[in-house]
């Protein structure tokens, strides 16, 4: 049987679109995979690893007859591509991200990618590791994780169903949100907690006495900040690209944060039980889901 892909082009064969080939791959979906990338020997790394066939040397002649292209880079470096591939996209070939915000994505690609935007179908797997590189990606990153698809009015049913398809072979349970709901959900329960793990540890880091503080820092400490070890640039750029709706979740968590330091101030062990006990039902009723 033929692949459901014949050709992907994937720009960033790092954890992400590193996955997204060996998941591929592994389901046999896939005939052919051709990476670019910022260096050439991450991109050397990664077809040693069995994540790429080919190291891509022209675009013009790479995106033309793909059916896929993945862009896997940090959403700063998005808008760039967009603007090496769209002259050469072909007219059957479908994009595709993995980024983590949406709407400043969307609006790269309507601004570069002109009348091929009916061609991009957006996307973000909700999967990720604190590693980074070709090194990190995992065969079986997307099985039974969420992906989430957020079509634009231009795309195709064919065209969306062809991306879901693609996601799905990975292993991923895909669903749809519009690019704001997608940038409203994921400022509260994604880049914010990132956010506060970067601040803490950051704190910590400026005190003089942080060596003493870390030694007896133990798996409380460990599961909070563990996010704090994921790559500064891309969550510089996912801060800064979702920066409208991050605001006002750290605005609602400094406030939350007042309610609390007001019930420490006031000696209010009944607000603090509340406020304790409400957190503790819900946070076990979704890790019962």
Wanted: net charge neutral.
């Amino acid at each position: 049987m033929q692949p459901a892909f014949r050709k992907v082009v994937i720009f960033g064969a790092g954890l992400i679109g590193g996955s997204f080939s060996l998941a591929l791959r592994k389901a046999g979906a896939v005939g052919e995979v051709v990476g670019f990338g910022r260096s050439s020997a991450t991109l050397e790394e990664a077809r040693q690893l069995g994540i790429l066939d080919r190291i891509g040397r022209d675009v013009s002649q790479e995106v033309c007859d793909a059916d896929i292209v993945l862009l896997a880079t940090p959403v700063a470096q998005m808008a760039d591509i967009f603007v090496r591939i769209a002259p050469y996209l072909g007219a059957d070939t479908l994009v595709t991200d993995g980024g983590s915000t949406k709407s400043d994505v969307v609006a790269a690609a309507r601004a570069n990618l002109g009348k091929r935007i009916s061609q991009f179908i957006p996307a973000h797997p909700i999967a990720g590791a604190e590693k980074s590189g070709a090194s990190a990606a995992q065969t079986d990153l997307y099985q039974g994780r969420k992906v989430v698809l957020t079509p634009l009015p231009e795309n195709s049913k064919d065209a969306v169903a062809r991306i879901r398809k693609a996601w799905q072979s990975c292993g991923a349970v895909v669903s749809e949100l519009t690019p704001q709901q997608h940038d409203e959900v994921f400022a509260a329960v994604s880049h914010l907690p990132h956010l506060l793990s970067f601040a803490l540890v950051h704190d910590l880091a400026q005190r003089d006495n942080r060596d003493q503080l870390l030694s007896f820092a133990a798996s409380g400490f460990r599961d909070f900040t563990r996010i704090a070890a994921s790559s500064p640039e891309m969550w510089r750029d996912i801060s800064l690209a979702n920066r409208e709706a991050l605001l006002k979740e750290v605005k609602r968590y400094a406030d939350e944060l007042y309610v609390v330091y007001q019930a420490l101030e006031n000696n209010d062990a009944a607000k603090l039980e509340e406020i304790f006990s409400e957190a503790r039902k819900v946070r076990s009723a979704w890790t019962q889901q």
